[in-house]
């Protein structure tokens, strides 16, 4: 049975009105913004059946808690729990970030670009590491609480530290990638757990705030690198049908048009410089639809992202796999690293090929002076592998990370080519008309 987590971070306080490190300081408080950003949260919350909905203690996050359970129906009691307080940064607490740049410039960077090693040293010379600390305490919440909501629906309201250690453990990431993880104020995001602690999770969303009129998280002045909108393909029949298209060139369906369509318009506001798809049909014609409102930039097509070839299972629903290949499809749901493709392909050939053509589009465009913005279609395969490698996960993890048809993830590279890059958003689908949770068709790749 699967227990779906909804991760949500607080309004916007006065302390990040301010630019100051908040920490774990219960002085901030909700602005104006951050209490009606918090009644659009409730509200687009407001129709999930919650098992039970927890939240931290710290009174920024309480209180954007109170307001979003005044807006859901027949709800349980709010739980406030320490565990989900946010990251003890007991030397910086109550600073503008400002001046903890300037007063402690190579811990700063530390935190920044080293985050696992960044540590802090507190009275009796006692070494206090707080990314490595909010981890552990991520940990310890997990094995505590999931075993009492198997099958259920949680919600979870808290803060940004402690929520990005919660979707990072969740999924075995390293508290290295602490920085690669964006959550913006009132954002949603969404894990669906398989079984208990340390069995695969799924992460459906990343950071959505398309439901405050934020599409995307903005891009700011100070970046030096370029952003890609990672976008995977209309549906086609063959998705409808659960059939394994693999490279077998299948066109939209009407519904895929559809999407495409959709994602264009959710883009169309949107500057680009430059516009990247896999050759196959259906990609192509995705990414043709969203350039109808960019008519001046010409689609770059790499053959390296064409999706996974299937070899034999091609053309084939499950139920034929499995009677001419048994438990070869198994072996592909619980262990895909582990499968060579009959006359095709295995998982390490597609990342091979996927990650040397990502690593080559950042340098290909990465412009310092005037930072690009484009897109880039592709595939569920292409996609997942793409996101896998940039968390720092592997190809055993290939199946934590969904992908929608018409989907769009945000990357930005803050610091250009050789650096980690940001996960702004990941599988964002509110454009496709499902609300909070993706409603685009779980067929074959």
Sequence with gaps: MTTRVIIVRHGQSSYNAQKKI??????????DKGRDDAQILGDSLSNLDLDAVYCSPLQRAKATAEIIHSYLKNSPPLQPLNQLMEIDLPLWENMLKQEVAEKFPEEYRCWHERPHEFKMILEGQQEHYPVLSL??????????ILPKHEGKTILIVAHN?????????????????YQSIQQSNC???VLNFTGGWGEPVQLESLNQTAHLGVKIPSYRPSHKGP???LIRHGETQWNRESRFQGIRDIPLNENGKKQAGQAAEFLKDIELNFAVSSPMLRPKETAEIILQYHPNIELDLQ??????????????LKTEIDQEFPGLLQQWDEKPETVQMPEGENLQDVWD?????WEELVKKYDDPENPQTGIVVAHD????????????LEPANFWYIKQGNGAVSVIDYLQGPGTKPVLQAINITNHLGGGVLDQTAAGAL
Aim: with cysteine; charged share 20%; glycine share 8%.
């Design 353 to 357: 090929r996927a990650v040397a053509c």
């Design 135 to 144: 981890y552990e305490q991520a940990q310890q919440f997990w094995r505590e």
């Design 22 to 31: 908040q920490g774990r300081c219960d002085e901030s408080v909700l602005t």
């Design 161 to 177: 530290g402690i929520n990005r250690c919660l979707i990072m453990s969740a999924l075995g990431i390293k508290p290295s990638y």
């Design 187 to 189: 954002c949603i995001n």
């Design 381 to 392: 395969a292409i996609n997942k592998v793409i996101v896998c490698y940039l968390l720092g």
């Design 227 to 229: 952003r890609f909108l």
């Design 303 to 316: 053959p390296q992202l064409i999706e996974i070839c299937h070899g034999l299972w091609e053309g084939k």
